[in-house]
């Protein structure tokens, strides 16, 4: 194998994998070097997202809801089960593994139908973009590059006093892996991680509470989206502690004993697992040799221009390391980006249009600026609302929960932000994510054609409240 390649990237996650795989098709000769290994020991490239995170998660959820339907809903609909309804959780979980195994391994047969070379092992970038790797076996070389990319992902966030022992006080990975359903789970944190795991757990039986440091639940969603949510999640017997931090937690005796600090003072509670979900951080830490010019901040970010060029000559960086929000889409977006950027096109990015999603029940989805983001900004704006349950698909699908809302300059009718609460938030968002990306406007959604019946009406609704013209909302 030669040791000189056009570009290196290492790093084979949502960011890595697909700026290795551009990059080749564009004609450059790649590798990209990756670490992980899955459970039977072999390269699972695809990083956090395919291995521990997005896929697996959503997998959890899928079959979890689908337990919970045929529980809770499925009588309302004729259909029903005689006889007691039982989760195997061994089969749950080895779906999901077999899901996991089956992208891993698509990600590495699109490297080699792409030319990509491919080690599994670590990297570390040295002076001159020579990067050092260290494969699965020990063995260690040295490789060189006109370019490098780095996309060393991010890890978990671990808090003072709660130390992670990887049965009892876990990480999301852990929490992908219970053998069986906890009968009291805390979560710390009631984030993305937070809701969708803890959502997964109480479908499957288990009393969940979540202990949120922060007043208000989602205060990175619009304010009206947050509070809908809430309301949904208390429904559903989900128990969210505003207000409250933790500051310690101890194992005893296979119970986990948490000490909080909550709006009326000290409290405690005893839980049988204990999830830890107050974010990540960027992995850098090894990654960079000494004087290789690549400026790391405070935070651990690799510190890059709007074109994801760190201070040091033709290397890169994209993804969880780097500003912006930790998505795997907005990642595989720079590294696109990169890669084109490299070849001498125009590679581009609008960190404004990428779109969040909350993959509970409801899903949540946004993109854009929220109200109260407007408000404080002193941006005059325009809103349009709908909801879900004014919508006939809606209903006839027996999940009409939530509502559409939009948000308009005052002045220009540009589409600012949307923000979607509802069965299939995380697919209704894209419309909105496009007009803002063409810089369209709340009218261009209202005079949009719009397949009846459907739940994208909603959106259409909203759009023509917008002007308050809506058909179907009795203002």
Request: glycine fraction near 12%.
């Amino acid at each position: 194998m030669s040791d000189h390649f056009d570009v290196i990237v290492i790093g084979g996650g949502p960011a890595g994998y697909v700026a290795a795989i551009r990059a080749a098709q564009l004609g450059l000769k790649t590798a990209c070097i990756d670490e992980r290994q899955g459970k039977d020991g072999k390269a699972a490239p695809g990083g956090t997202c395919l291995n521990v995170g997005c896929i697996p998660s959503k997998a959890l959820l899928d079959s979890s809801k689908h337990y919970h339907h045929v529980q809770h809903q499925y009588s309302e609909h004729g259909i029903q089960v005689s006889g007691q309804v039982n989760m195997d959780i061994n089969a749950m979980l080895a779906r999901k593994d077999k899901i996991v195994k089956q992208l891993t391994g698509g990600v590495t047969q699109l490297f080699k139908s792409n030319k990509v070379t491919f080690i599994n092992g670590r990297g570390k970038l040295l002076k001159d973009r020579k990067v050092a790797v260290t494969d699965s076996g020990g063995q260690a070389q040295e490789m060189s590059a006109e370019h490098v990319i780095l996309a060393s992902g991010s890890i978990p966030i671990a808090i003072p006093n709660v130390d992670y022992d990887g049965r009892y006080i876990v990480d999301n990975e852990g929490a992908l892996e219970f053998s069986q359903v906890p009968q009291r789970l805390g979560v710390i944190g009631a984030g993305v991680i937070g809701l969708e795991l803890g959502s997964v757990w109480k479908r499957l039986g288990a009393e969940v509470v979540l202990f949120e440091a922060l007043d208000s639940l989602l205060a990175a969603a619009d304010k009206d989206i947050g509070k809908a949510a809430g309301r949904e999640f208390k429904k559903q017997g989900l128990d969210i502690r505003l207000g409250t931090k933790v500051q310690s937690a101890e194992i005893n005796n296979g119970e986990v004993l948490v000490k909080l600090t909550t709006p009326d003072g000290e409290d405690s509670v005893t839980v049988d697992r204990l999830l830890v979900a107050v974010g990540r951080r960027a992995n850098t830490e090894g990654l960079l040799g000494e004087d290789t010019g690549v400026t790391i901040n405070q935070r651990q970010q690799i510190e890059v221009d709007e074109h994801c060029r760190t201070s040091a000559e033709n290397v890169w960086a994209v993804g969880d390391a780097v500003r912006g929000p930790m998505l795997a889409h907005k990642g595989s977006e720079e590294g696109i980006a990169v890669a084109e950027t490299i070849a001498g096109q125009a590679g581009h990015i609008n960190l404004d249009t990428v779109p969040w999603v909350i993959y509970t029940d409801p899903e949540i989805a946004w993109v854009g600026k929220t109200e109260q983001e407007l408000s404080e900004a002193g941006v005059e704006y325009t809103s349009g609302s709908f909801p879900f349950a004014a919508t006939g698909r809606g209903l006839a699908m027996g999940d009409a929960t939530g509502m559409v809302k939009l948000l308009a300059d005052a002045e220009t009718d540009r589409l600012l932000g949307a923000h979607i609460i509802g069965a299939n938030a995380s697919e209704l968002i894209a419309e909105c994510v496009v007009t803002m990306e063409f810089a369209g406007c709340a009218e261009d959604l209202a005079r949009i054609v719009h397949a009846h019946p459907t739940l994208s009406e909603a959106v259409h609704e909203a759009a023509l409240n917008v002007a308050k013209r809506a058909i179907h909302r009795v203002n």
